[in-house]
T-cell receptor, first 108, second 114 residues
Framework: GQQVMQIPQYQHVQEGEDFTTYCNSSTTLSNIQWYKQRPGGHPVFLIQLVKSGEVKKQKRLTFQFGEAKKNSSLHITATQTTDVGTYFCAGTAGQFYFGTGTSLTVIP | NAGVTQTPKFQVLKTGQSMTLQCAQDMNHEYMSWYRQDPGMGLRLIHYSVGAGITDQGEVPNGYNVSRSTTEDFPLRLLSAAPSQTSVYFC?????????????FGPGTRLTVT
């Protein structure tokens, strides 16, 4: 069946370092979404990418959608303690398929 | 707007008991869904609905039933609770706005089955 994997599962960084999480799907996706979940909270929508090769930026966050629409990445520049949480990708292929998530810890 | 609300916040069940998790949204969203979240496994789709009267199965539907009699409500029923259903359950709603299906999540229900 459909699988969406994310790596790494955990990442610890010093504040100010960069962070990247990667999302890979076993099949082609119609679009990809990214969500952030703070500890103890619920997922919150960040962005949606639709086009092959699309790149979008939100302040220090850069999102990419692969040319084959089977992979995506989220890059955070100069992490801050407010970036702590778990980042999920979610691909659409008839229904939503969430990735396994990357838990980010930022050490002050 | 209250957004997406879920009740209860916490629940403990014994094996074999049944119960209904409530979900409501006041945003007039067509699409609603239920997910379960387990450590290391992300969110897995249980059931979803694209409008009142229409439901469909997600990745992990076994042991759960849903119905969608109104646009606002989308309850999830556990027929006979099992320890494997211990999880955090999230309800979400979304609508297509300029091609974007942003999902709004409720605060979650933490369920323990003993």
């Amino acid at each position: 069946g459909q699988q969406v994997m994310q790596i790494p599962q955990y990442q610890h960084v010093q504040e100010g370092e960069d962070f990247t999480t990667y999302c890979n799907s076993s099949t082609t996706l119609s679009n990809i979404q990214w969500y952030k979940q703070r500890p103890g909270g619920h997922p919150v929508f960040l962005i949606q990418l639709v086009k092959s090769g699309e790149v979008k930026k939100q302040k220090r966050l850069t999102f990419q959608f692969g040319e084959a629409k089977k992979n995506s990445s989220l890059h955070i520049t100069a992490t801050q303690t407010t970036d702590v949480g778990t980042y999920f990708c979610a691909g659409t292929a008839g229904q939503f398929y969430f990735g396994t998530g990357t838990s980010l810890t930022v050490i002050p | 707007n209250a957004g997406v609300t879920q009740t209860p916040k916490f629940q403990v069940l014994k094996t074999g008991q049944s119960m209904t998790l409530q979900c409501a949204q006041d945003m007039n969203h067509e699409y609603m869904s239920w997910y379960r979240q387990d450590p290391g496994m992300g969110l897995r789709l249980i059931h979803y609905s694209v409008g009142a009267g229409i439901t469909d199965q997600g990745e992990v539907p076994n042991g759960y039933n849903v119905s969608r009699s109104t646009t606002e409500d989308f309850p999830l029923r556990l027929l006979s609770a099992a320890p494997s259903q211990t999880s955090v359950y999230f309800c979400a709603s979304s609508v297509r706005d300029r091609g974007v299906y942003e999902q709004y999540f409720g605060p979650g229900t933490r369920l323990t089955v003993t």
